[in-house]
């Protein structure tokens, strides 16, 4: 699989899927989404009860709370207890750290911890509504039929949307931070910067998240570097992305910094050599997976 956003591939995929509904031995691969979480009390209920409903088994939703101060982090254990009742088993859970150290170390963690835990791929995804929940068994559906290595929700490709909520100025500057990104590293991703995405396992453990510098948002832009770097096919799948409704942005002068500087700390600091990597099967072993921590 090439490096190029290969959408058609993917249209074929979810396609030869039945119109998005996972076989059962799918539905079932053991999936840990990650959820940053920085005072989103407001958001986060809507979230997991989003995900819980999705026909997916072997779903897990792991929140990962910087310490905030409006008790996100007491009310995810709240959610996570009711979870358990209702689904008969710890199908969420919640992983504290002590300070806000930024979003790119908090995602760092959590998927670390879900890969640690067993989950065979990983979904990073934002509290604040942006992400559609509804596509989380697709781009699950793309990995397992393509063996791509990393998924991303794109909002660049054909069929991809933003919110009508973003003024042309917001949409030029998500547009123009992509194309410099791109463009500085020499990918044909359209949606680099993009934080809804889809990993396998694998592919989390050859980025090696101990040695990632980003601490904000060009987290998103180290990581699919890396994984191009190190062989993994890049899929990209459209998505509406939604304004956030409740909350505040996260949004800041150093991130944005950071984001202007990374590409070109990543391209002068001279990437790691491209190592292939083989192609998974693209059908997991039956009895895989199920609800609850992975193991």
């Not at 058609?8 to 031995?25: F, K």
């Not at 979230?47 to 008790?71: N, T």
């Not at 067993?118 to 989380?136: E, I, N, R």
């Not at 397992?144 to 949307?161: D, E």
């Amino acid at each position: 699989m090439t490096e190029a956003s290969s959408l058609d591939a993917a249209e074929r995929a979810v396609r030869s899927l039945g119109a998005g509904t996972l076989p059962e031995e799918w539905a079932a691969t053991p999936l840990t989404v990650v959820m940053p979480t920085y005072n989103e009390a407001g958001s986060l209920p809507g979230m997991v009860d989003a995900l819980m409903a999705l026909p997916l088994p072997g779903l897990r939703l792991l929140v990962v709370d910087d310490s905030s101060p409006d008790g996100t982090g007491d009310l995810a254990e709240e959610h996570a207890r009711r979870v358990e009742a209702e689904h008969g088993g710890p199908r969420m859970g919640v992983l504290h750290r002590t300070a806000k150290d930024g979003l790119g170390r908090a995602y760092a963690a959590g998927m670390a911890r879900a890969v640690a835990d067993g989950a065979h791929y990983v979904l990073q995804m934002d509290a604040d509504g942006s992400h559609p929940a509804d596509k989380v068994a697709e781009l699950l559906g793309v990995a397992l039929a393509t063996g791509a290595g990393v998924v991303v929700g794109s909002r660049y490709v054909q069929g991809g949307t933003l919110s009508d909520a973003w003024g042309a100025h917001r949409k030029l500057l998500s547009r123009w931070a992509n194309a410099y990104a791109g463009t500085i590293l020499g990918t044909r991703v359209r949606d680099i910067t993009g934080g809804f995405n889809l990993w396998r396992a694998d592919a989390v453990r050859a980025v090696d998240l101990a040695t990632v510098d980003s601490a904000g948002y060009s987290f998103q832009v180290e990581m699919k570097y890396r994984a191009l770097r190190r062989g993994f096919g890049v899929m990209e799948v459209p998505i509406h992305f939604e304004d956030r409704t409740v909350g505040e942005s996260k949004m800041n002068l150093m991130v944005q910094l950071e984001s202007v500087v990374m590409p070109w700390k990543l391209r002068l600091r001279g990437a790691p050599a491209v190592v292939r990597v083989p192609r998974p099967a693209a059908r997991p072993e039956r009895g895989v997976g199920g609800p609850g921590p992975h193991g």
